[in-house]
């Protein structure tokens, strides 16, 4: 996920699926601004895509989006699967 503009944010108020529902705006805007999904790159990241994605994994975009865009700590929290250590993954530009 990229630092979102200005236009991220405002341009999806135009589209008449977000003025129909306002909830459809977090599908606009994160088709917007994910850079990477899986296999997939930012070019065939589409509102399609996103409207597919489970509820738990839009509400872990939103937290991330609000670290991201908000805090500017692009961190996320992880968990080594053989030794259970906790830590950080920087996952700033670059990386």
Known sequence: MRLATAADEILPLKDPR???NPAYLSVILFSRVL??????NNENIT?????????SDLVYLQE????VNEDGIPKIKA???DCGYNFEVDIGPGE
Do not use: D, H, I
């Open 35 to 40: 850079t990477k999904l899986g296999q997939l």
């Open 18 to 20: 977000v003025q129909q």
């Open 47 to 55: 509102p399609g895509v996103v409207e597919k994605l489970f509820a």
């Open 79 to 81: 968990k080594c699967p």
């Open 64 to 67: 991330f989006y609000n670290q």
